[in-house]
Each structure stands twice: as structure tokens, then as C-alpha cells.
Antibody, heavy 123, light 109 residues
Framework: QVQLQQWGAGLLKPSETLSLTCAVYGGSFSGFYWGWIRQPPGKGLEWIGE???????NYNPSLKSRVTISVVTSKNQFSLKLSSVTAADTAVYYC?????????????????WGQGTMVTVSS | QSALTQPASVSGSPGQSITISCTGT?????????VSWYQQHPGRAPKLMIF???HRPSGVSNRFSGSKSGNTASLTISGLQAEDEADYYC?????????FGGGTKLTVL
């Protein structure tokens, strides 16, 4: 049973850098897309970005200048960094696995999710 | 890029069917067959219910079905059950990115 376990700092000051890590347990890491999605309190989901099996990344255009997603394949982990945070970045952040079905990747589908990390930005 | 448009809320009685719409543009929903639907219960991570417009991942009840016409995708839940009460989100691929809908709160009366 594949599980994603995520962690990182939950309280940041404006202008600091958000840093979260997600570890993959119980399944293959290579060959999958890995993504980050966030959800402000009481609001909807927002796609942050993803990294593909070759290490290429795609980011939400509205966040692209501040986001970095990377992997540490040897540890079955991937991470999210979001620089220069403001109160608008306060949200629950989820890591997730891109969905593969019979060898085809479905770019907007995420089938395994982490437990979520609440990140609050406040001075 | 704007979020996909969903109704804020829908409701139905146990046993009934409901449909949630998700409206985008020809650049996203209308341009690709990459539309997914997620169910989210309070305090929980989203769960993938539909992918590729109308396909269900293994383990998802066949009471959930998806379709698309033009720039609008739809999720239909038949035989409503109390445990279906949740928030539902659509998503669509567009230009190497993913858009989500604003979410729909389903109330089972």
C-alpha cells in the first residue's frame, strides 16, 4: 500500500521560504509524476506544480517565479520550496502522486495524497 | 488562468441522483479529455473519483460517473448515500498545467 508522508515548518514569517518534503513508502518512486497542491482555509484546491520521471518540472504560472520542486530519488522523496511567502500563501499543502493507468499518465489526476501540512504565514 | 466554474452547492435525498457541472473553455475542459473529479470530506485529503472524463479508478463505486459535452464536464452520483456528502472538485489539464474548479458542496438531505 503506497503511502505519502509529508513534513515541514508550519509557521512562517512574511518573506521567508516555505520548505516541505514528501516521502514515498510502500511502492515505486521512479516512473511516476509527483505534485504539490494547496488549499487555503475554507477555499478550493490550487495546483502548485509537478515533477516528471525525467526531473522536468511544470509550475502554476501564478507561482512560477517563487516555486521549486525537486526530487531525491535515493531517498524516495520530493520537496517543495516557495520563496517570499505572504499571508496569501497560508494553506494546507498536499503532496500527491500522478496517476498512471496501464502505462499512461493522466496529467490532472492524482491518486495518492499525503496527509496535508497546514502552513501559516504571519508576522 | 481562471479556475473552472462549478456550482457552489447541490443537494439531493438518499436514493436520488445529482449532477455537478464543471465549465471551462476550449483551452482546457473542451480541448482535452483530461478531466478528473475528486471527493473531499472535511479535514481529509481529496480522493480521485473519476479520471479521463469518465473512467473510475479501481475501488470507486459505479454510482459515480463522468461525462463531457463541449466545454462542460459533469459528475453524476446515482443512488445518493449519506456518505456521499462532501465537497467535490473537478480538474482539467491545460498547457502543461492543471486547473481545479472552485468546488461544490454536496448535501444529502
Amino acid at each position: 500500500q503506497v503511502q505519502l508522508q509529508q513534513w515541514g515548518a508550519g509557521l512562517l514569517k512574511p518573506s521567508e521560504t516555505l520548505s516541505l518534503t514528501c516521502a514515498v513508502y510502500g511502492g515505486s518512486f521512479s516512473g511516476f509524476y509527483w505534485g504539490w497542491i494547496r488549499q487555503p482555509p475554507g477555499k478550493g484546491l490550487e495546483w502548485i506544480g509537478e515533477i516528471n520521471p525525467s526531473g522536468s518540472t511544470n509550475y502554476n504560472p501564478s507561482l512560477k517565479s517563487r516555486v521549486t520542486i525537486s526530487v531525491v530519488t535515493s531517498k524516495n522523496q520530493f520537496s517543495l520550496k516557495l520563496s517570499s511567502v505572504t499571508a496569501a500563501d497560508t494553506a494546507v499543502y498536499y503532496c500527491a502522486r500522478g496517476f498512471l493507468w496501464f502505462g499512461d499518465f493522466y496529467p490532472d489526476a492524482f491518486d495518492i495524497w499525503g496527509q496535508g501540512t497546514m502552513v501559516t504565514v504571519s508576522s | 488562468q481562471s479556475a473552472l466554474t462549478q456550482p457552489a452547492s447541490v443537494s439531493g435525498s438518499p436514493g436520488q441522483s445529482i449532477t455537478i457541472s464543471c465549465t471551462g473553455t476550449s483551452n482546457d475542459v473542451g480541448g482535452y479529455n483530461y478531466v478528473s473529479w475528486y471527493q473531499q470530506h472535511p479535514g481529509r485529503a481529496p480522493k480521485l473519483m473519476i479520471f479521463d472524463v469518465s473512467h473510475r479508478p479501481s475501488g470507486v463505486s459505479n454510482r459515480f460517473s463522468g461525462s463531457k459535452s463541449g466545454n462542460t464536464a459533469s459528475l453524476t452520483i446515482s443512488g445518493l448515500q449519506a456518505e456521499d456528502e462532501a465537497d467535490y472538485y473537478c480538474s482539467s489539464y491545460t498547457s502543461s498545467t492543471t486547473l481545479f474548479g472552485g468546488g461544490t458542496k454536496l448535501t444529502v438531505l
